[in-house]
């Protein structure tokens, strides 16, 4: 079955770019008409979807994160990624990668912790 | 867009039956039929529990049930266990997905 894991710097300065890989394995990225997507929940807070991206490389974000926020999918190495510019202490969460555009979500990876932090 | 309204928390004896509810809008919950319920346990990826409000995906348990109402989506859990405890998130999509602020269910 589909699996999905997250990678990427731990730690990020504030005002730099973060940035994390989703690697999916046990399937390919481009099979089946599927929307990949990123996810983000700050300690002791709620899930917030950040955006997704189709296999052609349509995209849709968050309108609140929109102007910051950049997804692409790189089919060779089934992989999709995200950007997240100017980042600040609220950026501060676990970032999650899952297969779905939110109808629904499944499955998911096991997350990444990113710290904003100088 | 605000996030759903969920309950901060609920609580149940084993075997007992609890149910969460979803508040949304007509531009959300009430207009389309692709609500889904998470479960996550501390530490741990959310797990997709229902989808489209009331399918269950192979694997979950019969125990778990969705529905919706209007502009409000539910998850009931009947007979419940103690693994159940955990937080719930409900999800609508409305052009693009929306959370709820999530559910601690607390088996007593």
């Known amino acids: 079955q589909v699996q999905l894991q997250e990678s990427g710097p731990g730690l990020v300065k504030p005002s730099q770019t973060l940035s994390l890989t989703c690697t999916v394995s046990g399937g390919s990225i481009s099979s089946g008409s599927y929307y990949w997507s990123w996810i983000r929940q700050p300690a002791g807070k709620g899930l917030e979807w950040i955006g997704r991206?189709?296999?052609?490389?349509?995209?849709n974000y968050n309108p609140s994160l929109k102007s910051r926020v950049t997804i692409s999918v790189d089919t060779s190495k089934n992989q999709f990624s995200l950007k997240l510019s100017s980042v600040t202490a609220a950026d501060t969460a676990v970032y999650y990668c899952?297969?779905?555009?939110?109808?629904?979500?499944?499955?998911w990876g096991q997350g990444t912790l990113v710290t904003v932090s100088s | 867009q605000s996030a759903l309204t969920q309950p901060r928390s609920v609580s149940g004896s084993p075997g007992q039956s609890v149910t969460i509810s979803c508040t949304g809008t007509s531009s959300d919950v009430g207009g389309y039929n692709y609500v889904s319920w998470y479960q996550q346990h501390p530490g741990k990826a959310p797990k997709l529990m229902i989808y489209?409000?009331?399918k269950r995906p192979s694997g979950v348990p019969d125990r778990f049930s969705g529905s919706k109402s209007g502009n409000t989506a539910s998850l009931t859990i009947s007979g419940l266990q103690a693994e159940d405890e955990a937080d719930y998130y409900c999800?609508?999509?409305?052009?693009?997905?929306?959370f709820g602020g999530g559910t601690k269910l607390t088996v007593l």
């Open positions: 991206i189709y296999t052609s490389g349509s995209t």
């Open positions: 489209d409000v009331s």
């Open positions: 999800c609508s999509y409305a052009g693009s997905p929306l």
């Open positions: 899952a297969r779905g555009g939110g109808r629904p979500f499944d499955p």
